[in-house]
Every structure is written in structure tokens, then in C-alpha cells.
């Protein structure tokens, strides 16, 4: 038996320390804040309540596989988990709107065909086909393994471009974007762009900068369904952190780490303000830049130069109490498409102001949890924004003047819900840091095959170069996303092994 000692409450923390104390491991986590969950949190007032970070899981058979394991029972158990049908429902500039099933490529082949006119779900399938061979290609070195010691084929980009003809040949390749992969293969058509770069935009990916291959995160939501957790996400934190507590994992809330103990060449444990924890393994689920930069695991073997931070973009949300009840027929999850999406990835690459009319998404769940009753409806809007080291959203004003403007774009396009808010509370990339230590206030990124930072590029190996620090969580392979954190603490678990 090890003692281990993990960094961090997020999900990452709770699903390794569920996961290793199941294998027999003594194990303590140490969280600064007040509370588990992380990115996964949580906002209550007058009977309304939200999430306050994602609203939705895809990959559902991450925390299924941790429910398994961890409890030999199904994740249906823990939580009730129903597909979000339809999909999602997207409204675009020119006043066009279309409706997209769950799960069904065929049904989404047929909305596209009625919207946008015929071919062009033909069209829309292929890239999707190509995205499967990305997902096919990509699937075990970047979701389900450890990074391998020569990540270097991990670099390019799989998508599987169409061979150049005729003087094309003579050039010099030049990588294709998701914007390529528009222009090329969908004919520039607005709408299908829109559609394909919104679920990489949604993770911080300028489409413009996003590799190619990013065409795989359409794929997978189109083809292996979007869920939603009945009560709100945050019940899913709740489900791990009781699992946690019957596997007598001790938590210490309220208890930042201040160093990771390194003696005689490995990790020792680590200190906190209340003193040292001793330690025969440390599991990090902090920002990798962070610990490493901010030298609480100082190591002269590193060079600092790969653990220089990432200024990736953040999360803008506005939580909205509405009076009246839900109306009859709304959809789930809805996208209200930026009115400009050049200026859009300009804001978020090019650390310009936020974008005027972005792409919100609108989330709107039919949950008697989060209304106080069904005279009454809770909803949450969400935008990526640049990450406070780009825009000072603390600035007198600021941030609620932004909101206005969000809440104006999506009534524009028909939604009605300014006339109905009876309060707001609006959430910047300063809460996010605040609340979750992320640098900047960014939300990581998934990794992506054939990328470089900041657009995905290969995280931090889960085996540091410390012995006995691991590294999990949206800083560390295979990177940020629900399903991606929990990979990364069944990577891990797995590298350290049973007791």
C-alpha cells in the first residue's frame, strides 16, 4: 500500500482518487478551495440553481468505466443520465435555423439537406467520414494511453487531406485548418462552416488556427451522442466524491499546497500551511505550468522553457432567472452564431477585444432541479472570450456591459429572454481563476494530433520527470474536457498500479 497524496479536488482528483484508493493505495487529496468539483461547479439562489462550467458530457463511457471499476455498478446508479434529443438547435446570421438529432448522422444528413438545400449533407458526411479516420487514428495514443517517449508521429495532423493535382504539386503543402477543410470539402458554405468549427471554437479553438484533424470533435458528439446529468453536472461530481468517501479517501478542503517535497531525486509529499504531508507518491491535478513555473515542484533536470504557461482562451456565462414558465417545444442546447466569425477568431488569437456578437451557446434544460417551479425557468448562456491576461474583465462595468450585448445578440435571433430575466449573475474568466487556480482564468483544451501550442499542442506526460509526481487534469495528457480529465486519472492509475 502507498501513501499518496493528490493535488486538487477537480475531477481529475476525484476520479484518480477514487480510482486508486479502489486499488488498495492510502490516499489523501489536498483542495485550496472550499469544496470538490472544480471547473464542475455550482450556483443556488431563491431556488434557481446552475452549472457554473460545462452543462453537458459527451463520452459518457469514461465515467461509466470509473463507476465500474471503482463500485461494480453502472454509472445509471450513481446518476440519471438521458441523451440530449434533439442535439441541438442552431440559429444563424442570415435568419436560417436548422434542428439537429442525437446520434443519427443519417438524421443530421437529412436537416442539413431541408436547411441548406441538397448535397449538403452529403457533403457534411464526408468530412464527418474523415473524422472518423482521425478518431480511428487517434483514439488510443490520445485519449486511452500513455503519452508514448517519442511523441513525435503524434505531430501530424491525420486528417486525411485529398492528394494535390497538377500545379499544386510544385508548392509547398501548407497545413489544413478547419477553415480549409470549410472552404475545400464543404464549398464555404456559412452555415456548415459554422457548424463544424463551433464544437472546436466551444474549446477555445479558433477555427482559423485549429488543425484540420479538430473535425473529430464534431464527429464524435454527432456519432456517440451529447448527455445531460440529471440535477445539473454538478451531481456527477457529487456521484464521484461519494465514492471517494466510501473508499476512505481522506479530504482536506481549505488546503493549498505550497511545494512538492523532492528529496533525494523524487517527490516526497508535499507542504501545505498546516505543514508537511509525508508522502510515498504526489498525483498534481494543478495547472502543469503552474506548478512547475510558480516552483512548487522545482527540478533541475527541467527546462523551464516547456512549462512556459499557455494563454488559451476562457469562459464568459450569464446565468439567467427567468419568469414564466419553459416554453412549449424548447430545445435543449441552443447556438446563436456569431455575426462575424472572422472577427470572432480574430478576438481570440490575435488577444483583441471580446467579439461583439459571438457564438453563444444557450442552455436551457426542462429540470425541475434547477427552477424553484415550473412557473419559472433557469438558463445559462455561455461565449468564449480571451482569458483575463488579455482583457481586463474586473474592470468597473465591463463585464456586465458584455453580457448586455450577449443578451441582445441572442434576442435577435428570437429567443425572448430579456423580458423575462428577473436577475442575473454573470461569470468571467476572473472567476474561473479565481475559484480553480487556472491560469489566466483559461479552460484547457482537448489535445490534438498535428498541433502546437497554444492550439492543443501535446500536453505534459503523465509520468513527470520528478519520480513520484504524477500529472493529471487539463494541464497533462490527454487534456481538458470532462472525458479527457477522467482519462487522464485512468492513465495514471494505471501507471502507478495496485497496491
Given at each position: 500500500?502507498?501513501?499518496?497524496?493528490?493535488?486538487?479536488?477537480?475531477?481529475?482528483?476525484?476520479?484518480?482518487?477514487?480510482?486508486?484508493?479502489?486499488?488498495?493505495?492510502?490516499?489523501?487529496?489536498?483542495?485550496?478551495?472550499?469544496?470538490?468539483?472544480?471547473?464542475?461547479?455550482?450556483?443556488?439562489?431563491?431556488?434557481?440553481?446552475?452549472?457554473?462550467?460545462?452543462?453537458?458530457?459527451?463520452?459518457?463511457?469514461?465515467?461509466?468505466?470509473?463507476?465500474?471499476?471503482?463500485?461494480?455498478?453502472?454509472?445509471?446508479?450513481?446518476?440519471?443520465?438521458?441523451?440530449?434529443?434533439?442535439?441541438?438547435?442552431?440559429?444563424?446570421?442570415?435568419?436560417?435555423?436548422?434542428?439537429?438529432?442525437?446520434?443519427?448522422?443519417?438524421?443530421?444528413?437529412?436537416?442539413?439537406?431541408?436547411?441548406?438545400?441538397?448535397?449538403?449533407?452529403?457533403?457534411?458526411?464526408?468530412v464527418m467520414n474523415r473524422g472518423r479516420a482521425v478518431w480511428e487514428a487517434t483514439r488510443r495514443p490520445l485519449l486511452e494511453e500513455p503519452l508514448p517517449a517519442d511523441p513525435a508521429p503524434l505531430r501530424t495532423d491525420p486528417y486525411p487531406v485529398p492528394p494535390r493535382t497538377g500545379l499544386a504539386r510544385l508548392r509547398k503543402p501548407v497545413a489544413w485548418t478547419l477553415d480549409t477543410v470549410a472552404r475545400r470539402q464543404l464549398g464555404g458554405h456559412p452555415g456548415?462552416?459554422?457548424?463544424?468549427?463551433?464544437?472546436?471554437?466551444?474549446?477555445?479553438?479558433?477555427?482559423?488556427?485549429?488543425?484540420?484533424?479538430?473535425?473529430?470533435?464534431?464527429?464524435?458528439?454527432?456519432?456517440?451522442?451529447?448527455?445531460?446529468?440529471?440535477?445539473?453536472?454538478?451531481?456527477?461530481?457529487?456521484?464521484?466524491?461519494?465514492?471517494?468517501?466510501?473508499?476512505?479517501?481522506?479530504?482536506?478542503?481549505?488546503?493549498?499546497?505550497?511545494?512538492?517535497?523532492?528529496?533525494?531525486?523524487?517527490?516526497?509529499?508535499?507542504?501545505?500551511?498546516?505543514?508537511?504531508?509525508?508522502?510515498?507518491?504526489?498525483?498534481?491535478?494543478?495547472?502543469?505550468?503552474?506548478?512547475?513555473?510558480?516552483?512548487?515542484?522545482?527540478?533541475?533536470?527541467?527546462?523551464?522553457?516547456?512549462?512556459?504557461?499557455?494563454?488559451?482562451?476562457?469562459?464568459?456565462?450569464?446565468?439567467?432567472?427567468?419568469?414564466?414558465?419553459?416554453?412549449?417545444?424548447?430545445?435543449?442546447?441552443?447556438?446563436?452564431?456569431?455575426?462575424?466569425?472572422?472577427?470572432?477568431?480574430?478576438?481570440?488569437?490575435?488577444?483583441?477585444?471580446?467579439?461583439?456578437?459571438?457564438?453563444?451557446?444557450?442552455?436551457?434544460?426542462?429540470?425541475?432541479?434547477?427552477?424553484?417551479?415550473?412557473?419559472?425557468?433557469?438558463?445559462?448562456?455561455?461565449?468564449?472570450?480571451?482569458?483575463?491576461?488579455?482583457?481586463?474583465?474586473?474592470?468597473?462595468?465591463?463585464?456586465?456591459?458584455?453580457?448586455?450585448?450577449?443578451?441582445?445578440?441572442?434576442?435577435?435571433?428570437?429567443?425572448?429572454?430579456?423580458?423575462?430575466?428577473?436577475?442575473?449573475?454573470?461569470?468571467?474568466?476572473?472567476?474561473?481563476?479565481?475559484?480553480?487556480?487556472?491560469?489566466?482564468?483559461?479552460?484547457?483544451?482537448?489535445?490534438?494530433?498535428?498541433?502546437?501550442?497554444?492550439?492543443?499542442?501535446?500536453?505534459?506526460?503523465?509520468?513527470?520527470?520528478?519520480?513520484?509526481?504524477?500529472?493529471?487534469?487539463?494541464?497533462?495528457?490527454?487534456?481538458?474536457?470532462?472525458?479527457?480529465?477522467?482519462?487522464?486519472?485512468?492513465?495514471?492509475?494505471?501507471?502507478?498500479?495496485?497496491?
Amino acid at each position: 500500500m502507498a501513501k499518496i497524496v493528490i493535488i486538487g479536488a477537480g475531477m481529475s482528483g476525484l476520479a484518480a482518487a477514487s480510482r486508486l484508493a479502489t486499488l488498495g493505495h492510502r490516499v489523501t487529496v489536498c483542495e485550496a478551495g472550499g469544496t470538490y468539483g472544480g471547473m464542475v461547479g455550482r450556483y443556488e439562489r431563491d431556488g434557481f440553481a446552475f452549472d457554473t462550467g460545462p452543462g453537458l458530457l459527451t463520452l459518457p463511457a469514461v465515467y461509466r468505466d470509473l463507476a465500474l471499476k471503482t463500485g461494480k455498478e453502472p454509472l445509471e446508479q450513481l446518476v440519471e443520465l438521458a441523451p440530449v434529443d434533439p442535439e441541438s438547435r442552431h440559429l444563424f446570421p442570415d435568419g436560417t435555423a436548422v434542428t439537429l438529432p442525437n446520434a443519427s448522422r443519417g438524421g443530421v444528413s437529412q436537416a442539413l439537406d431541408a436547411a441548406f438545400g441538397e448535397g449538403s449533407g452529403a457533403r457534411w458526411s464526408e468530412v464527418m467520414n474523415r473524422g472518423r479516420a482521425v478518431w480511428e487514428a487517434t483514439r488510443r495514443p490520445l485519449l486511452e494511453e500513455p503519452l508514448p517517449a517519442d511523441p513525435a508521429p503524434l505531430r501530424t495532423d491525420p486528417y486525411p487531406v485529398p492528394p494535390r493535382t497538377g500545379l499544386a504539386r510544385l508548392r509547398k503543402p501548407v497545413a489544413w485548418t478547419l477553415d480549409t477543410v470549410a472552404r475545400r470539402q464543404l464549398g464555404g458554405h456559412p452555415g456548415l462552416t459554422a457548424l463544424l468549427g463551433e464544437p472546436a471554437l466551444r474549446h477555445g479553438l479558433p477555427p482559423g488556427q485549429a488543425p484540420a484533424g479538430a473535425a473529430v470533435l464534431a464527429y464524435m458528439e454527432q456519432s456517440f451522442g451529447v448527455w445531460y446529468v440529471k440535477g445539473g453536472l454538478r451531481a456527477l461530481a457529487d456521484a464521484v466524491y461519494r465514492r471517494c468517501e466510501s473508499r476512505k479517501v481522506e479530504f482536506r478542503f481549505d488546503t493549498p499546497v505550497t511545494r512538492v517535497v523532492v528529496e533525494e531525486g523524487r517527490a516526497r509529499g508535499v507542504e501545505t500551511a498546516d505543514g508537511r504531508i509525508d508522502a510515498d507518491l504526489v498525483v498534481s491535478a494543478m495547472d502543469t505550468a503552474a506548478l512547475f513555473r510558480q516552483g512548487l515542484a522545482d527540478w533541475p533536470g527541467l527546462r523551464p522553457e516547456h512549462w512556459e504557461p499557455v494563454e488559451v482562451p476562457g469562459r464568459f456565462s450569464v446565468l439567467l432567472a427567468l419568469r414564466g414558465p419553459r416554453p412549449e417545444g424548447t430545445v435543449h442546447r441552443t447556438v446563436v452564431h456569431a455575426a462575424d466569425p472572422a472577427a470572432e477568431g480574430n478576438a481570440l488569437s490575435l488577444s483583441e477585444p471580446p467579439c461583439e456578437r459571438p457564438t453563444v451557446q444557450v442552455l436551457r434544460p426542462d429540470d425541475p432541479a434547477l427552477r424553484p417551479d415550473d412557473a419559472h425557468e433557469s438558463v445559462v448562456l455561455t461565449a468564449t472570450v480571451p482569458a483575463q491576461d488579455d482583457v481586463d474583465w474586473t474592470a468597473p462595468g465591463f463585464a456586465d456591459r458584455y453580457a448586455d450585448r450577449l443578451l441582445a445578440h441572442v434576442d435577435a435571433a428570437g429567443l425572448g429572454l430579456r423580458e423575462r430575466m428577473l436577475w442575473r449573475v454573470v461569470r468571467t474568466p476572473e472567476d474561473t481563476r479565481r475559484e480553480t487556480g487556472a491560469l489566466f482564468g483559461a479552460v484547457a483544451q482537448p489535445v490534438l494530433a498535428g498541433s502546437l501550442p497554444p492550439y492543443s499542442g501535446l500536453k505534459a506526460a503523465n509520468e513527470s520527470p520528478v519520480p513520484g509526481l504524477y500529472l493529471i487534469g487539463g494541464g497533462a495528457h490527454p487534456g481538458g474536457g470532462l472525458a479527457r480529465v477522467g482519462m487522464s486519472a485512468c492513465i495514471t492509475a494505471g501507471l502507478i498500479g495496485p497496491a
